[in-house]
């Protein structure tokens, strides 16, 4: 008989120096309509990505969610079952989503298609019907995903949350209620598309398999005749944080809770930026972080705890997030209080900082990677008025920073005396164990 043989455990390699980030080829057109378009070159697999980004501040949630969910219907040439027969011919689809600051239109086909999706754009662009039929059934659905919503724990605080945070300004509501979406009706929309579904201020973002220059002609074919004598409504900046009282919304017999912070942030343009991301992933921005370590792995609090920075066109804000089960609901945030007040007063050491910033750096490289990655930042950069070029700077400033600039961005803005903090949850059992940590507030869950 054979003995039993062991082996040494292997040592992994150290890691190797982070790449030199390369941007692709890009190119950018003002067209005389004011639409911008950016076109980039990314040539991994033959297809190509299209985000349509227009500026939409102001509008009623209700109208602004009913015309995203309408605006593919149908126009006065094609009903909304031709659309996507026609984009199926180029391997593509055109979907339509709304948040607080734009309209966004993204899109995937075939490269060789790019110019049939281009002109299917540009159809629903200057003639969509929203024909009653279709409007009808759409606000049926609607009104089931936002129901379906409002039942869910982690909408019901980020609602508390962002009411708790932005008070009137547009940010506040991120949906509807049902009853504003019931009564809108196609008229309304035919007229607010008018209004507000132009060029002027929109950017239009085409990555992929294309020769830059080629994309920016055919863009420049197709939705060179859209005009609209629409305006832009320029959003208020966003109120400052106001910490006050831990605000605990009831939810009755709820087995767990969801705790909710909000902390100051910065735009990407700002230098304290890049030492803020370093110091929220030392905090708990990615899995090797204090926080995660803390109430995930030690304690067993929870299952995935996450935090960011959250970037709006009105301004920008960290978001903590966690759900805990209703019994260590007090201890779970006294140690997102403890791990906050830790990194605010005590500076990381010269190891944790590196991994944070590998990952950082490693990121970057990642998102890039896909031409769906590259068109989503590439996009979200042109919102704020920026262009991918940023992105070697950003990386740059990644790189530069030293302890004591992080160590300065964590007592900035990651102290807990600045949060504003909104726990869901059974008040009945969980007031109790927040009274000893903050003075608390109750109010019911919206329904």
Request: charged letters at 20%; one cysteine or more.
């Amino acid at each position: 008989m054979s003995g039993a043989t062991t082996t040494a455990p292997r040592v992994l390699p150290p890691l190797g120096p982070t790449r030199k980030l390369k941007l692709p080829r890009q190119a950018e057109r003002t067209l005389g309509n004011g639409l911008t378009v950016i076109a980039v070159r990314r040539p991994a697999v033959p297809l190509v990505e299209l985000r349509l980004g227009i500026p939409f501040g102001r509008v009623h949630p209700a109208r602004s969610a009913m015309l995203a969910q309408t605006l593919l219907s149908g126009t006065t040439t094609m009903t909304g079952v031709q659309i996507a027969a026609e984009l199926q011919k180029v391997g593509g689809g055109l979907s339509a989503g709304i948040d607080p600051d734009r309209l966004m239109l993204a899109g995937l086909g075939l490269a060789t298609g790019l110019d049939r999706m281009l002109e299917i754009l540009a159809d629903v662009l200057t003639a969509a019907a929203y024909p009653a039929g279709e409007v009808a059934t759409e606000r049926d659905r609607l009104v089931d995903r936002i129901q379906l919503a409002q039942s869910q724990p982690a909408h019901l605080a980020r609602t508390a949350l962002l009411k708790r945070i932005y008070g009137r300004h547009p940010y506040a509501v991120e949906r509807p209620n049902p009853g504003q979406v019931r009564v809108v009706r196609p008229s309304v929309l035919r007229n607010l598309h008018d209004q507000r579904m132009h060029p002027t201020g929109a950017v239009l973002v085409l990555v992929g398999d294309v020769q830059p220059d080629r994309a920016l002609d055919a863009a420049e074919q197709a939705l060179g005749g859209w005009n609209g004598a629409g305006h832009v409504a320029e959003l208020p900046p966003t109120p400052p944080l106001e910490p006050g009282p831990v605000l605990l919304v009831d939810r009755p017999g709820s087995v767990q809770s969801s705790l909710r912070l909000a902390l100051p942030a910065v735009p990407r343009t700002d230098p304290d930026h890049a030492a803020l991301q370093l110091a929220n992933l030392i905090f708990g921005g990615y899995f090797s972080s204090r926080w995660v370590e803390n109430i995930r792995e030690d304690k067993g609090y929870t299952y995935g705890p996450h935090s960011l920075v959250e970037h709006s066109v009105a301004g920008s804000v960290l978001s903590v997030a966690a759900e805990v089960a209703t019994e260590v609901t007090g201890a779970a945030l006294l140690e997102t209080q403890y791990e906050l007040g830790r990194l605010a007063c005590v500076a990381p050491d010269e190891e944790e900082l590196e991994q944070a910033r590998q990952y950082a750096l490693g990121t970057l490289q990642l998102g890039i990677s896909t031409q769906a990655g590259l068109a989503a930042l590439t996009s979200a950069y042109a919102g704020s008025g920026l262009r991918l070029d940023f992105l070697a700077e950003h990386a740059s400033r990644l790189a530069a920073a030293t302890v004591a600039d992080v160590a300065d961005a964590a007592a900035r803005y990651l102290a807990p005396a600045r949060a504003v903090t909104v726990v869901l949850g059974d008040a009945e059992r969980v007031a109790p164990q927040l009274a000893p940590l903050a003075e608390v507030v109750t109010e019911p869950a919206e329904p």
